[in-house]
């Protein structure tokens, strides 16, 4: 190893630092959380019926797997969030890219986006719930409409960046304007389109937790609000859990998805 | 002969009167064809400008632009484009780059690799084919850029400063690469440069645009026999002749100094 001491090694911005200390910097910190977490209960620092010792949130999740709600929960919620993620996605993307590509789709959508942009979705939904119910559909609309017009936005901003000389080179090499469209636009869009997804895909399980915190029969916000009423703190515990760890495993998906589809952005690195 | 044809073009940009620029005034400018022509001027006077009008990515505010018979109104693909900033496709590798312009105009599949081929072979790059544009330097991404260029087999060749951006030695090997790959093709070229040196080594005709409004002031056959080596650079020959583009230049950016 280097002569270098420990405040030039670490402590110089953006310097690379060996993988071994990236990873047991990450444990350190959470395992110090834990540790903090089970001293203070353990010890009868705080009481249990206030926050609940580690061991009590796992007899709480083995209990709602064993007995099968915690699964339904999940599945409830998943769909919600999938769905409702899914339609805007879809809707979204398009717009996005030819609101950003044609001058004309931008001046004639950005005043009612920006304005539907800045409306929060949470003070829809008493008026969604008037008229849909409470049932999935109101869930999905809460997503869908949390998530439509902050992707248009910025998926519109990812293709008003793509630069103009691209689309000049090609109509030199012979591309129509629809080959432009469809052979450089999108393209050069995707890898920004794919980090507002997974963004978005962010604030989504907020709007759907929120959804379900006011109004629901089943799913992870209601679990939580369930045990909140049973004052079951374990419980509500377990919810932000698995809510968490979806969250995790949705994040570490955008990620390999990236590097499946746009494997230029990871060659030599 | 299908020549291209500047007929007292002017070129302004901006609505209003007042804050209007105007690039080009009252140009005339014709290469005829298999010429390799070079335009060298002070930056900022309307080269890009003039060699847009060519590619049909702008307009002449006044005055015809024709390529043959034809008036340019548009680009296509016979005048192909190799611009400064190479605007490779970065999600393509350098072969699939090459094709692009093929795969456009639906040619089929084996003809467009094999073509394709071809020309990442006569830049040197075959190793590279598999590459992506961002593992490249910036002589590979040119060398890529001149290639897709070629690979759409255009009448005439438009280069924008191609080798502005590159280290001095990489661009003496580029223009070397450039003379050996034209000497094959025979191409119209109209290639735009502020370096004198590179108009002389490259061109049989160098033209010279004054300070904006760009006009031209001088046209310079260039009579160096060709194959042309970097030897030729310090010959009697070429050395007059850049004394000469040099004292009309030096006059006109004393003029682009004193404007901006
Ligand atoms: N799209 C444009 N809008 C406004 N001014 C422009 C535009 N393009 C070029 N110009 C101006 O026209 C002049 C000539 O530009 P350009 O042709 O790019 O010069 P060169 O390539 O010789 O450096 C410059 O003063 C530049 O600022
Ligand atoms: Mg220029």
Not at chain 1, 192 to 200: A, S
Not at chain 2, 90 to 104: C, D, H, M, R, S
Request: net charge neutral; aromatic share 10%; charged share 20%.
């Amino acid at each position: 190893m280097s002569t270098m001491s420990f405040l030039d090694r670490y402590l110089t911005p953006k310097l690379a630092i060996p993988r071994k200390t990236e990873f047991g910097a990450g444990i350190l910190v959470s395992g110090t959380i834990l540790a903090c977490w089970a001293i203070a209960t353990y010890t009868g620092f705080v009481t249990r019926d206030f926050l609940p010792a580690p061991s009590d949130v796992w007899n709480s999740f083995v209990e709602k797997v064993s007995n099968g709600s915690l699964q339904k929960h999940i599945g409830v919620s998943l769909t919600e969030i999938y769905l409702g993620f899914f339609l805007s996605s879809v809707i979204a993307i398009p717009i996005g890219i030819f609101m950003g590509g044609f001058k004309i789709v931008q001046a004639a959508l950005e005043p009612v986006v920006n304005f539907m942009r800045y409306l929060p979705v949470t003070s829809l939904i008493p008026l969604l719930i008037l008229w849909i119910g409470i049932g999935l559909e109101e869930k999905v609309a809460v997503i869908f409409l949390g998530t439509f017009f902050q992707q248009i936005v910025m998926v519109s901003d990812v293709a008003r960046g793509v630069h103009a000389d691209l689309f000049n080179v090609s109509y030199t090499l012979g591309a129509t304007r629809g080959q432009i469209v469809s052979r450089v636009l999108v393209p050069a869009t995707l890898s920004g389109v794919l980090d507002t997804l997974r963004v978005t895909m962010g604030w989504a399980w907020t709007f759907l937790v929120v959804a379900e915190l006011v109004a629901a029969s089943s799913g992870l916000g209601y679990m939580i609000l369930q045990s909140m009423r049973g004052l079951d703190p374990a419980g509500i515990f377990v919810g932000i859990f698995v809510i968490g760890f979806l969250g995790l495993i949705t994040d570490m998906a955008f990620k390999w998805i990236k590097r499946l589809v746009l494997p230029w952005e990871y060659v030599g690195k | 002969m299908t020549e291209v044809r500047l007929e007292n073009v002017s070129v302004r940009f901006g609505e209003s009167k007042a804050t209007q620029i105007t690039a080009l005034e009252n140009l005339d400018l014709v290469i005829p064809e298999q010429q390799f022509a070079v335009i060298v001027g002070p930056s900022g006077c309307g080269k890009s400008s003039c060699l847009d009008l060519v590619a049909g990515l702008n307009r002449a505010t006044e005055g015809k632009t024709l390529f043959g018979d034809t008036l340019i109104e548009k680009p296509g693909p016979e005048r192909g484009m190799v611009p400064q900033n190479y605007s490779l496709f970065p999600w393509l590798t350098v072969q699939k780059n090459v094709e692009f312009g093929l795969a456009l105009n639906n040619t089929s599949k084996a003809e467009r690799e094999e073509r394709a081929a071809n020309y990442v072979e006569a830049v040197g790059l075959t190793k590279f084919r598999d590459s992506y544009p961002s593992q490249l330097s910036g002589g590979m991404k040119q060398r890529v850029a001149i290639a897709r260029a070629l690979a759409v087999d255009p009448e005439v060749l438009l280069m924008d400063e191609p080798f502005g951006a590159l280290d001095s030695q990489t661009r003496s090997v580029m223009q070397e690469l450039l003379l050996k790959i034209w000497q094959k093709e025979r191409k119209t070229v109209l290639f735009i440069t502020h370096d004198i040196d590179e108009a002389l080594f490259l061109g049989d005709v160098v033209y010279v645009m004054s300070a904006r409004p760009g006009r031209i002031i001088d046209t310079i056959p260039v009579n160096i026999k060709r194959p042309r080596d970097y030897t030729v650079t310090t010959s009697a020959g070429f050395v007059k002749l850049k004394r000469r583009i040099m004292s009309s230049l030096h006059d006109e950016v004393d003029k682009a100094l004193a404007i901006s």
